[in-house]
């Protein structure tokens, strides 16, 4: 009950998204269009239903996206959901460009080139030559800080991160990210697109990793710990996914990819060393070109190289199933109150919400704070729960 209500209403109604009235939307831009640009250009595309303009340097990477969104359009005609005429029509208001001079007279450029912030930086100070002052700039940015972004322009108030999952039609979780400039009516644009989209929307500060990356980034690398001691990969998945969890984290690397887990780690490590050392089997991981650690065509057997390259520490004692849950709690635990002290989000609502519309967490599970106060993980950590008695009010 307590997570339907976090996510039939409380998140509904929007917590965090300021009064000011948002921008009308009556052209968008998406600059890179690769794994999440194509998918983000298709969904605004359908919902929108207004002029679209696909940015990227890449002119392979351009006809892919026209691929991806004309493709996701012909499934809804098939499907009976989109008339073939209209699906027509919203193919002819795409451009295509490698260019930023289309971009004019956007009321909304959502950037989602590679994870970096130079990068970033280069790409929103390009785009704002090109478009009005009111237009928002939105970053779909996994781990960086978004305030950094909007420091060197003209207009930084215009800057709110967007950060969508992947896949994009599925998750229906957006972390929009406040930084220190952003205008109430680029906050509030921000929500009403998440709306548009058909997604539900959570307010988090300018924090490494936000919410979900950051709690499963954690529990990513106590499972790592267990692998290091010995734990065979799908031991600890299974560990981990009698939780109800969709997926193991090992079986999770593969979806996300080992470069991007990698890059996570790298920008949570630099926030908090302590919690999120830089492992050099995560790191062998991302430099072997793999797709993941499981060779799908196997099962979930391990690819040979990462059998023979990951290092165990040979004085370690192997860790039992329960040892493996038990530390992978707790690190969620903890974690989910650094966050709260932080305020990163308002309420540990919010992160339960995140969880469980951002990361496919069970709704059975009732959300992970939820979880972690119910089993008594929260009270022996703590001394109390992390969902607080008015948070549990149902406001
Ligand atoms: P990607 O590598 O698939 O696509 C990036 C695209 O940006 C490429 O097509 C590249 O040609 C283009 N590009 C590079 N420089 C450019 C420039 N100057 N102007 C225009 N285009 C340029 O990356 P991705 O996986 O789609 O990730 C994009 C962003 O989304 C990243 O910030 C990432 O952290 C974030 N994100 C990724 C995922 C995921 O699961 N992959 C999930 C959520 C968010």
Request: proline letters at 6%; aromatic letters at 6%.
């Amino acid at each position: 009950f307590y997570s339907l209500h976090l996510t039939q209403r409380r998140v509904r109604r929007q917590p965090g998204r300021p009064a000011a009235p948002a921008r009308n939307v009556d052209k968008i831009g998406v600059v890179g269009a690769g794994l999440m640009g194509a998918q983000l250009g298709a969904l605004l595309l359908q919902r929108l239903q207004v002029p679209l303009v696909v940015k990227d340097v890449d002119a392979r990477a351009l006809e892919r996206a026209r691929s991806t969104i004309e493709a996701a359009l012909d499934k809804r005609v098939r499907s009976g959901r989109l008339r073939q005429a209209k699906a027509g029509f919203l193919k002819s208001v795409v451009t295509y460009s490698r260019e930023d001079p289309p971009l004019a007279g956007c009321d909304v450029v959502v950037e989602a080139v590679r994870e970096d912030l130079d990068l970033k930086q280069r790409v929103f100070a390009t785009v704002e030559r090109v478009v009005e002052p009111g237009c928002v700039l939105a970053s779909n940015t996994s781990s960086l800080p978004v305030t950094a972004m909007a420091s060197a322009l003209a207009h930084p108030q215009r800057v709110v991160g967007f950060h969508v999952f992947n896949p994009v039609a599925v998750l229906p979780l957006v972390e929009v990210v406040r930084t220190d400039a952003v205008s109430d009516e680029a906050l509030s644009t921000a929500f009403q697109l998440a709306d548009a989209l058909g997604k539900s929307a959570v307010a988090c500060a300018d924090s490494p990793g936000f919410v979900v990356n950051r709690l499963l980034t954690r529990l990513l690398l106590s499972c790592v710990e267990a692998a290091n001691r010995g734990a065979g990969f799908a031991e600890v998945d299974d560990a981990v996914t009698v939780l109800g969890l969709p997926m193991g984290p090992f079986e999770l690397l593969g979806l996300i990819g080992l470069p991007v887990v990698a890059e996570v780690v790298q920008v949570l490590h630099g926030a908090y060393p302590e919690r999120f050392r830089l492992e050099p089997n995560v790191q062998m991981l991302a430099d072997s070109g793999l797709p993941g650690v499981y060779d799908s065509a196997r099962g979930r057997t391990p690819y040979d190289e990462v059998a023979r390259r990951w290092r165990v520490d040979p004085q370690a004692r192997k860790p039992t199933p329960e040892d493996i849950r038990r530390q992978a709690l707790e690190a969620l635990a903890r974690e989910a109150r650094i966050i709260l002290d932080e305020a990163v989000v308002a309420d540990a609502r919010d992160i339960d919400t995140c969880m469980l519309l951002g990361a496919g967490w069970p709704f059975f599970m009732g959300g992970i704070c939820k979880h972690l106060d119910q089993v008594g993980i929260s009270r022996r950590l703590f001394g109390a729960p992390l969902v607080g008695a008015t948070d549990q009010a149902f406001a």
